[in-house]
């Protein structure tokens, strides 16, 4: 992808975001039905209490400036976001990782917001929306998530087309709609577009037409197959925004890759994932590293020889405000590189 018509494509949704000024966006009025995956959810007014199921969801609503009405939160990747921590320090965090049903519904929340669709969808790691739709809570799942993907195919689903970065927005001001703030998420969402195109501009000179790069979330155990992103998620956009090729071809959302299959691709650039969870040994970036560092398929790629790794938090790569932290490191340590031409 040239780095051309994205630019285009960016400026012309920051202009259309910037005339709409906070002032024009219109109050909510209730009962409000949102479609979210396909599912009518109805709320009769503004949620009181929420629950968040997934740091994507938790730090949005801190950015639209509603963590007053948070009264749970769960499964974090990394600390969170400096500009949120006084808020964050007052909600009770329900789990690091998933929380238990009754750990969410003991909240008495209206509004359970989530991240990725396996929390409540048919498998239901949490619960499934029934069980919440019984109880008359609302499971709203960023559209991130839903919209374009199979969440049933793959260990975290495969996606039937490529990550589009209008599906946050519309996360943000869906969440907006539903609290009756929509002033706050026309503002931000122009906030985020103007970020994502000044990134662009950073590394356009760079002239990236040959440039690879891949992705490595985690590995079940350093020396199996790693977690690498896949070709339509969002790793692969933060990459074609920048104008990176993403050396994995699989729709899956992070597919496991041979280190040999990596390293015949033999990416530009190397992004690894740093992360407080401990799930896996390679949750640890600084084993990453040292893996990298050893092993003697690994070491001989470009990418290592040259020192062309990039560590960026875990939650950076996922569909969240946070993920605009990630391009704007990935297009500094581009900028910084002396890459092949």
């Not at 398929?297 to 405000?321: F, P, W, Y």
Request: proline content about 6%.
């Amino acid at each position: 992808m040239s780095l051309i018509r994205p630019a285009l494509m960016l400026n012309g949704l920051l202009a259309g975001l910037i005339t709409c000024s906070p002032a024009s966006a219109a109050a909510t009025h209730y009962p409000l039905t949102v479609d979210n995956c396909g599912t009518p959810l109805t709320f009769v007014q503004a949620p009181r209490q929420a629950v968040t199921i997934g740091q994507s969801t938790t730090e949005i609503l801190y950015a639209l400036g509603l963590g007053e009405r948070l009264v749970g939160t769960s499964l974090w990747f990394n600390p969170v976001l400096p500009a949120y921590q006084s808020i964050d320090a007052k909600v009770p965090r329900l789990a690091d990782n998933q929380p238990s049903f009754e750990a969410v519904i003991s909240k008495r929340p209206d509004l359970v917001a989530v991240q990725f669709e396996w929390s409540v969808g048919p498998q239901g790691a949490v619960a499934t929306r029934d069980q919440f739709n019984d109880l008359h809570i609302p499971a709203y799942v960023m559209p991130t998530d839903c919209e374009g993907k199979d969440n049933l195919v793959g260990a975290d689903g495969t996606r039937l087309r490529p990550f589009s970065i209008d599906s946050l927005y519309k996360t943000i001001s869906q969440l907006a709609t539903i609290f009756d703030v929509s002033d706050r998420s026309t503002q931000l969402n122009a906030e985020l577009a103007a970020r994502l195109a000044a990134a662009q501009a950073k590394v356009a000179a760079k002239q990236l037409n040959n440039a690879t790069v891949a992705f490595w979330f985690s590995s079940p155990d350093l020396a199996s197959d790693p977690y690498m992103a896949g070709r339509k998620g969002v790793p692969d956009f933060m990459a074609t925004t920048l104008g990176l090729h993403n050396v994995v071809q699989s729709d899956e959302e992070w597919p496991t890759v041979g280190w040999e299959s990596i390293a015949k691709a033999n990416p530009t650039v190397l992004v690894i994932a740093r992360m407080d969870r401990r799930r896996f040994p390679a949750d640890d970036y600084l084993k990453k590293l040292e893996f990298l560092k050893n092993d003697p398929v690994a070491r001989n790629m470009e990418a290592v020889k040259h020192g062309r790794i990039v560590i960026l938090d875990a939650q950076s790569m996922e569909a969240t405000v946070r993920m605009f932290d990630g391009i704007d490191g990935l297009a500094d340590a581009i900028d910084h590189f002396k890459l092949p031409k």
